[in-house]
C-alpha cells in the first residue's frame, strides 16, 4: 500500500485565495483526520470522519476553513479566503476499526505559506 | 475536553546515556496512549503505544509507562543513538474515542 497520499506537498499562494488540500487515505481505513502543525499550537486536530460522515469539527478555527470526505478514497480541506496565520502543515492521517489498534498513519503533509 | 501536558519542551543527552519524556492527562476515560517519533521535516510515525490495561510496555529500548491513577504515562529511551534525535509526541484519546489530543512535543538531542 502506498499509504496516506496528501496534493499538494508545497503550497505558496497569496492573502484572500483559495486553497484546497486533498487527502486519499489507506484503502479500508473508515477514519479520517486533518491536523495543522505549527510550532506556536503544535499538532492539532481540525476535524476528523468515520465512513465519509464528519464526527468532530470542533477543531476547524474559523467558518474560512471547510472540509468534505465525498467518498472513502479522498477528502479535501479548504480555506477561502486564506490569511497569512493559516501558514503552517497540514497533516491527514488514517486508521481503521475492528483492528487492535488505533494507529493513526500519517501522510506527508502540506506545507502551506499564505503571503 | 481532554488536555495532554508534555515535558520537558527540549532534552540533551550524551550518547548511550537514557532520556525520559512524561505526559499528564486529564479525561480518566482515555484508554489509549501512543507516542509518536518526528524527525525534520518528516511525517510523525507512532514508535509504541500503551493501553490502560497495561501498566508498562517495551520493544527493545523503548519502553513506556502508565500510572492510570495519577494519570501520567512516560516514555524511556535507553542506550540514546544520534538516530533517536527527533521530536517525540504523546498522545491520549478523549473520552476512549478515535481522536488523539497530542502533547506539546519534546525535542530530543543526542549529542555525540
Known amino acids: 500500500d502506498a499509504g496516506v497520499i496528501q496534493s499538494p506537498r508545497h503550497e505558496v499562494t497569496e492573502m484572500g485565495q483559495e486553497v484546497t488540500l486533498r487527502c486519499k487515505p489507506i484503502s479500508g481505513h473508515d477514519y479520517l483526520f486533518w491536523y495543522r502543525q505549527t510550532m506556536m499550537r503544535g499538532l492539532e486536530l481540525l476535524i476528523y470522519?468515520?465512513?465519509?460522515?464528519?464526527?468532530?469539527d470542533s477543531g476547524m478555527p474559523e467558518d474560512r476553513f471547510s472540509a468534505k470526505m465525498p467518498n472513502a478514497s479522498f477528502s479535501t480541506l479548504k480555506i477561502q479566503p486564506s490569511e497569512p496565520r493559516d501558514s503552517a502543515v497540514y497533516f491527514c492521517?488514517?486508521?481503521?476499526?475492528?483492528?487492535?489498534?488505533?494507529?493513526?498513519?500519517f501522510g506527508p503533509g502540506t506545507r502551506l505559506t499564505v503571503l | 475536553g481532554e488536555n495532554v501536558e508534555q515535558h520537558p519542551s527540549t532534552l540533551s543527552v550524551q550518547e548511550g546515556d537514557s532520556a525520559v519524556i512524561k505526559c499528564t492527562y486529564s479525561?480518566?476515560?482515555?484508554?489509549?496512549f501512543p507516542w509518536y517519533k518526528q524527525e525534520l521535516g518528516k511525517r510523525p510515525q507512532l514508535i509504541i503505544d500503551i493501553r490502560s490495561n497495561v501498566g508498562e510496555k517495551k520493544d527493545q529500548r523503548i519502553a513506556v509507562t502508565l500510572n492510570k491513577t495519577a494519570k501520567h504515562f512516560s516514555l524511556h529511551i535507553t542506550e540514546t543513538q544520534p538516530e533517536d534525535s527527533a521530536v517525540y509526541f504523546c498522545?491520549?484519546?478523549?473520552?476512549?474515542?478515535?481522536?488523539?489530543?497530542f502533547g506539546q512535543g519534546t525535542r530530543l538531542t543526542i549529542n555525540p
Open positions: 479525561d480518566s476515560a482515555s484508554n489509549y
Open positions: 470522519f468515520n465512513n465519509n460522515v464528519p464526527i468532530d
Open positions: 498522545a491520549a484519546n478523549p473520552q476512549g474515542a478515535q481522536k488523539l489530543v
Open positions: 492521517a488514517s486508521t481503521e476499526t475492528g483492528s487492535s489498534y488505533n494507529e493513526q498513519f
